[in-house]
């Protein structure tokens, strides 16, 4: 029932007492940090709820994201300014709304209607300044001029200044009672006798030292912001407007010689919530077809996880990093050079991770190690964009267009000579007929394994047939790859375990790949 008295409890020193309430409690001579039972003694019928900090740290998230609308730097309150609230760098946006008072007028409004939170709201060039009249100022919504911070906060009581509560105490037993008594004193005396907080907030609501704030998001490197006349539902409306906003973006990348490498989409729902949509490239691009293309996979993609509700009246798109664009000789440059290769690759890579998801689009790295299963690995795609792989032109060392993640046993293998290419093979249960083979490329062992698995095994029990180091006793043997066709034109890559005669009485094939 929201007419009678309505309190939320948190444990405290004695027992519970009040964290927050509403205006009946109030009415009724209640406080915050009155202890529930004398408040029950006092009202009578109050509904007590237990508080819960975590839910209104993520509530008040939620708002300070929605208020994002309104500029790109947002921060919400902490405990130590009561978690409340937050706090909106306005300078340089206020214009977009008619000034700063229509700007708080909409502001207001708009939590009124969507959240139905009736605010205080103030504007001031300090945040200790505008946090002190918003909440001690007569007026709900006031603007302060710049230099008149002092003349201001004089009248309010000294709880304006954020102080801990021993703070204020203590400033009360030696009669201060307001901000304008503590600024006709000398500060030497207080700075021996009170924390360094004292005399730090007095500076930062008068601007006297920086009051640095943490975002809500980062702040974004360039930012575009469209209110909308009539709200949008559909995928093909937000495109439009997104690749309209990019097309404004774009202007200034290129004035600063810039692409954007993430750009983070922001719809506003008409009933206050919110939507962000985060983009990562692979390079830096201004490209305004392919971010729009782009939007349109993240959007499908996202289709089943995002509400339009009653739709969508403001749409603004950041840039949130920004790396430099080397310029380049656009008209000499043919299809097939690397610089083209490298975009083409890295716009399908961004298409890729927009419809199947960044962690489902990986490259291979490589690694040092001539043995062809360990010289290269999936990595995420995550840092400095891949160059487009280069073409093979190794012709005395082919590599297969599919290697195997294990190297499988080749069965009734033939060969002239023992140490010669195969004739004839059977893998997977098929025997194939060679007419040619390239090679062998001989890869020796990785020594220094083979020296870590010999010290290793002087510790443990030998003849053990499940051996870890099994595998790397076959490492341990030289490889004679061959390239070979069949009848048909299919080519294997296969390998010999172990020369003859030196390592081994019996040789051993494997099929490690496949070409095309």
């Known amino acids: 029932m929201p007419d009678e008295p309505f309190v939320l409890a948190v444990a405290g020193p004695g027992g519970p007492r009040i964290a927050a309430l509403n205006e009946a409690a109030e009415v009724l001579g209640l406080a915050v940090g009155d202890s529930l039972t004398d408040a029950r003694a006092k009202v009578g019928f109050l509904q007590v709820r237990d508080a819960d900090p975590s839910a209104d740290d993520a509530a008040l998230r939620r708002l300070t994201l929605w208020a994002t609308r309104y500029t790109p730097t947002a921060s919400p309150w902490n405990e130590a300014d009561g978690a409340d609230g937050f706090f909106l760098d306005v300078e340089g946006a206020s214009h977009l709304f008619g000034g700063e008072e229509a700007l708080l007028a909409d502001l207001a409004a708009r939590l009124e ?16 300044a505008a946090w002190a009249l918003s909440r001690f100022h007569a007026s709900r919504a006031f603007v302060l001029p710049s230099g008149q911070e002092a003349a201001a906060l004089a009248p309010l ?27 006709d004193k000398p500060r030497a005396p207080f700075a021996a006798r009170f924390p360094a907080e004292l005399l730090r907030r007095i500076d930062q609501a008068l601007g006297r030292i920086d009051e640095p704030l943490t975002p809500v998001v980062a702040p974004p490197v360039y930012h575009s912001l469209r209110y909308l006349p009539e709200p949008i539902f559909t995928h093909e409306a937000i495109i439009a407007h997104a690749n309209r906003l990019m097309r404004t973006l774009t202007h200034v990348l290129e004035r600063d010689d810039v692409g954007a490498r993430g750009l983070r989409l922001s719809l506003y729902n008409i009933d206050g919530a919110g939507e962000a949509i985060d983009i990562a490239l692979t390079l830096p691009t201004r490209s305004v077809e392919h971010v729009t293309r782009l939007v349109a996979l993240k959007l499908e993609a996202l289709a089943a996880s995002y509400d339009a509700g009653f739709g969508f009246e403001a749409i603004g798109l950041a840039v949130t990093a920004a790396e430099p664009i080397p310029a380049r000789q656009m008209e000499f440059t043919t299809a097939g050079e690397g610089g083209d290769r490298t975009e083409r690759c890295a716009a399908l890579i961004d298409a890729l991770r927009q419809r199947l998801g960044p962690a489902s689009v990986r490259r291979f790295e490589a690694v040092a190690s001539h043995l062809p299963e360990r010289a290269e690995i999936l990595a995420p795609i995550d840092g400095a964009a891949p160059a487009a792989p280069p073409p093979d032109t190794d012709e005395q060392n082919p590599r297969p267009l599919l290697l195997l993640p294990r190297a499988e046993p080749a069965e009734d293998v033939m060969a002239l000579i023992p140490d010669g290419p195969p004739r004839r093979f059977s893998w997977r249960g098929v025997t194939y007929e060679i007419t040619g083979a390239q090679g062998p490329e001989r890869i020796g062992a990785e020594w220094w394994r083979h020296r ?61 790949g496949l070409f095309a």
């Open 113 to 128: 209607k969507n959240f139905h939170l009736s605010a205080r709201l103030t504007v001031a060039a300090t945040p200790g």
């Open 157 to 183: 009581p000294i709880a304006a200044l954020r102080l801990a509560s021993e703070t204020r105490a203590t400033l009360r037993r030696l009669g201060f009672k307001t901000v304008g008594a503590l600024l």
């Open 452 to 512: 870590e698995h010999q010290q290793s095994a002087h510790s443990r029990a030998s003849g053990n047939p499940g051996n870890p180091e099994a595998s790397e006793r076959r490492h341990a043997l030289t490889r004679d790859y061959y390239l070979v066709e069949d009848s048909v034109g299919r080519r294997f890559w296969l390998y010999r375990e172990g020369l003859f005669s030196r390592e081994t009485a019996a040789a051993r094939w494997f099929v490690h």
